[in-house]
């Protein structure tokens, strides 16, 4: 298809990637057919992995990606556009169709939808600005609202209201608000110490509270030590799967294959999830330098930083702490005098809940469609660029600071035998203080929400969400269970995100659960047939029986059973898990009428 | 090499280190359903359709492209297998028209008893597929089963796309991918459900970069993809598959020497394949040995039959003209 980049479009992509070198730009490379690929196979392979930064750089400058923009990307990437079109159109935030200069994606998902998103996104409806969104992460300031403004950087306004829409839909700008730290100045507090006190923007007020002197104690131990006190501490991974993280480093510390990779999953897009965003936005150096620990350790120069483009604020806090580490030596060649060097890129998602799974985000780095791998082979052995990588979520990285100064041993004594160190749980929905709030291992569903401020609303608890959209609801009798992976797996239920998102008694589950169906539905990457087609039939199922048909229950045990079975990844695995749960506590007859 | 020894049901069988399940399967004629796999591409392990269970994995594994451990015990008949590739089948059969499929297919769904029919009514056609947002779907009351029904893509003289019949096992991308052809016109678009085979913005494929070797429709496994000749007589009820002989020849536009299985139907080609088999092409050719066969029967002096109108009409091109007149040699 020949169509020729607008002067904008092309100097966007120009800007990101630099101009045209002659040999990419000089006949006879061209000859008037932008179809044919002349840079070879292996220039391509090299260059791959710009293209969603590309895609994103046209959306961003001119507000959508045209077929003259996806050309000019894909003569430059060496891509070829069919593909590059299957990258761009996989992502919900890149637009291939002319769209307003400014469009607002209002979050209708289970947080917001019961605080107000709800009824925004109605007084919204038929706006072609407006669109309705998954969770935004900002589950604790509902109702969110994400801006994209073509020409402008993103934007996020919370606690919306349609007056407000309105105005940044029309030119205004949004508010900014402190952040929420519901427990700052507690002395315990390890992961939050800093929340709502320190500058996150300073890197000497990052230093001036302890900042950096783990990454000089991890240099001192050297490498074997620091991977021995990780495994000592039996920090397990906290995005859900609760993996040992001592053995990933060290699987891949010890590879022969390399280049090494480390990459921080910062994809946090689990329903009612927002730990990530708040060290992110709050504390950017302690990620940076999580990270670097990390690095020097399993012996990688490079990490990526993968982060769901919902999070504006947190990418330039992490981008800003990212320069002045590197300018003052603690990024770079000879990281703090280590000898070693280790740099950090950070990669913006797309709009893909799928590439918060390991092996989809890795495809979404090298310029895929955020499709998840089959595993085996693992990351540690075959990651990104099929280089041995280890990947670890936000809150799970930061705890190595902890963890390097004090020793694994100490660390391990923190919280419960087999739940070691702090947590971090994101309590939403109604509760009297939403936020993110830190507690060792251990603590009960009960104390959390008191710790929160107790239940709104009627008061009463209808259910709780535990763990995401991908975790599942519990009732009142669970509110004495201990926050703990051993606690939870006995009982089948899980902490996965550490999603506590409260609902009172009043809520309409039909509606949530009708949301939670959608939401697997869109989000599914379609790869697989199980999940692809599964999460359509299960939201079909649900929708006759909210119909007012009787709920064929046999039917949706087949098709959950099918997903969790034979899906490729978690997605489908834990497609069913909340509706299920919703079903047995009976909350849909509850919330009938 | 080194050797490695599983069970597989419960038979005990020694394969090379890198074989898959499925290798030590075909090796006991341990016969197994595939939809995605083909010998000559790469295993993409899409269509679930071939899991079985393995000691010790908490899911079902995919057997085309799990290698083989020493020590594993694979189960491909038990029960969490068998329900899993039913509801496989009856996912795609009640999505996707899938009466195109071959005849061991059809005896598979028969197995494992699926009932497609258990999820509502089919939707009609949609017209707005290659529209649809990753992330944005409409729903409705669910009391119709959404497929992926839709018009067929006719926009050139040699094959069609029907994509009503597509269940998404990536065979076409990875025949005009890397796999064979390196040219890249075709892609995955879209997200989920609304996921499709295209080119660049849906364009047409005479503006895409497709080169018409046809090696898509040779691994297409529903008859999505299809010779226009193909289409336009089955649209007039007038493919008579049982009726057709297959002649085997070797190409005559260069001297690699491919092989040509020539489908005839009342004394015209109506078909070109190439035998998977086959060391030269191991099932693909170029667009000369796989279109460029209408100097055969243009001589002149053969007898008119039946099939010679809907054969001609289906070298009209999408803007309703006859071929131009360099389309014959």
């Known amino acids: 298809m020949s169509a020729e980049p607008t002067t904008a479009e092309r100097s966007a992509v120009d800007a990101f990637l630099g101009p045209p070198t002659p040999s990419e730009d000089g006949e006879p490379a061209h000859s008037g057919d932008r179809r044919v690929a002349f840079g070879g196979y292996r220039r391509s392979m090299e260059s791959r992995h710009m293209l969603l930064p590309a895609l994103h750089a046209v959306n961003d400058a001119v507000g959508w990606v045209s077929a003259g923009a996806l050309n000019y990307i894909c003569e430059r990437l060496q891509v070829p556009p069919a ?49 309705p969104s998954p969770c935004l992460g900002q589950c604790d300031q509902a109702p969110a609202v994400f801006f994209q403004r073509a020409g402008e950087e993103d934007t996020v306004e919370v606690g919306a209201t349609y007056d407000r829409v309105v105005e940044v839909l029309e030119g205004g700008s949004v508010r900014e608000v402190p952040p929420i730290a519901p427990q700052a100045g507690d002395p315990s507090l390890r992961l939050l110490k800093r929340i709502g006190l320190v500058d996150p923007t300073s890197l000497a007020g990052y230093r001036d509270t302890g900042g950096y002197q783990p990454l000089a104690r991890a240099v001192a131990m050297g490498p074997e030590q620091v991977i021995a006190e990780v495994k000592m501490s039996d920090l ?102 280590s000898g070693c060097s280790f740099e950090i890129e950070i990669r913006r998602g797309g709009g893909a809940y799928i590439c918060g799974e390991e092996t989809a985000l890795m495809n979404s780095i090298e310029g895929k469609r955020g499709e998840p791998r089959n595993k085996p082979p693992f990351p540690t052995q075959v990651g990104l660029f099929g280089r041995p990588t280890v990947i670890n979520n936000v809150e799970t990285l930061i705890n190595v600071l902890d963890i390097v100064l004090e020793g694994g041993a100490a660390f391990a004594e923190i919280g419960t035998g087999a739940s070691t160190g702090p947590k971090l749980f994101c309590l939403a929905g109604a509760v009297a203080r939403p936020g993110v709030y830190e507690v060792e291992f251990g603590r009960t569903l009960g104390e959390l929400i008191d710790l929160a401020g107790g239940v709104t609303g009627s008061g009463r608890i209808g259910a709780v969400m535990l763990g995401g959209a991908a975790g599942l609801f519990v009732g009142e009798d669970h509110l004495d269970m201990p926050l703990t992976f051993e606690d939870a797996r006995a009982r089948n239920a899980t902490l996965g995100s550490g999603v506590v998102l409260v609902f009172d008694d009043r809520t309409d589950f039909r ?34 029986h909210l119909g007012g048909e009787p709920l064929d229950r046999d039917l949706f ?27 047995d506590l009976g909350l849909l007859e509850r919330s009938r009428g | 090499m080194a050797e490695v020894t599983l069970v597989v049901d419960g038979t005990t069988v020694t394969m090379p280190d890198g074989s898959t399940i499925l290798d030590a399967c075909r090796a006991l004629d341990n016969n197994q359903p595939t939809l995605c796999y083909l010998d000559n591409l790469t295993p993409v392990n899409v269509c679930r359709v071939c899991v079985v269970e393995v000691e010790g994995n908490r899911t079902l594994v995919p057997s085309c492209s799990r290698p083989v451990e020493e020590g594993m015990e694979v189960a491909t008949d038990s029960d969490r297998v068998r329900h899993s590739r039913k509801m ?81 096992c990536y065979k076409c991308v990875e025949a005009c991918g890397e796999d064979a052809q390196n040219t890249f016109a075709i892609a995955v678009a879209g997200r989920g459900f609304d996921a499709r085979i295209s080119t660049e913005f849906d364009t047409g494929l005479t503006d895409s970069a497709c080169v018409f070797c046809g090696n898509c429709i040779g691994v297409c496994p529903t008859g ?61 050719l170029c667009i000369k040995g796989r279109f460029g066969y209408e100097y055969v029967q243009e001589v002149g002096d053969l007898a008119v039959t039946p099939i010679d109108d809907i054969l001609r009409r289906a070298r009209i091109d999408d803007r309703g003209r006859y071929p131009r007149p360099d389309s014959r040699a």
Request: aromatic share 6%.
């Open chain 1, 83 to 131: 593909e590059a079109y299957g990258v761009a159109g996989f992502y919900a935030l890149l637009s291939l169709e002319e769209r307003p200069a400014r469009v607002a994606h209002v979050c209708d998902d289970v947080a917001c939808r019961t605080m107000g998103g709800a009824e925004l996104l109605e007084g919204l409806e038929g706006r072609p600005d407006v669109h």
């Open chain 1, 236 to 337: 397990r991974g906290r995005g859900g799967a609760a993996f040992p993280m001592g053995i990933k480093w060290e699987a891949v510390a010890r590879s022969p294959d390399m280049p090494h990779y480390l990459i921080c999953n910062a994809d946090e897009s689990e329903p009612g999830t927002f730990k990530d965003r708040v060290i992110m936005e709050d504390d950017p150096f302690a990620v940076i330098e999580s990270m670097t620990i990390a690095g020097l350790a399993v012996g990688a120069e490079r990490g990526y930083l993968y982060i769901r483009a919902e999070y504006p604020l947190a990418q330039s806090r992490l981008q800003n702490a990212i320069d002045l580490a590197r300018a003052a030596g603690l990024l770079g060649e000879d990281v703090a005098g």
């Open chain 1, 511 to 544: 509606d949530t659960s009708r949301r939670i169906a959608q939401f697997f539905r869109d989000e599914s990457c379609g790869q697989c047939v199980p999940c692809r087609v599964g999460t359509v039939r299960q939201e079909e199922l649900l929708a006759r």
């Open chain 1, 557 to 583: 045990e087949e098709v959950a059973r099918v997903m969790v079975d034979a899906s490729i990844c978690g997605l489908g695995h834990t497609a069913s898990t909340a509706i299920r749960s919703v079903i």
């Open chain 2, 88 to 168: 496989v089948y009856e996912f795609l059969a009640s999505s996707v028209d899938l009466d195109l499929v071959d005849e061991e297919t059809v005896a598979w769904m028969d197995h494992y008893g699926c009932d497609p029919d258990r999820y509502g009514p089919p939707a009609d056609p949609a017209h707005d597929r290659d529209r649809r947002k990753a992330g944005h779907h409409q729903i409705g009351p669910g009391t119709e089963a959404e497929t992926v029904h839709q018009p067929v893509k006719v926009d050139n003289e040699l094959y069609v796309r029907d994509y009503s019949r597509c269940i998404l």
């Open chain 2, 224 to 284: 999505a993809l299809m010779f226009r000749s193909e289409h336009e007589l089955r649209l007039a009820g007038m493919w008579e598959e049982d009726d057709q002989t297959v002649t085997r020849t070797v190409c005559s536009y260069c001297g690699v020497g491919c092989n040509l299985d020539l489908h005839v139907q009342d004394n015209r080609i109506v078909k070109v394949t190439s035998p998977m088999d086959h060391s030269v092409t191991s099932g693909h």
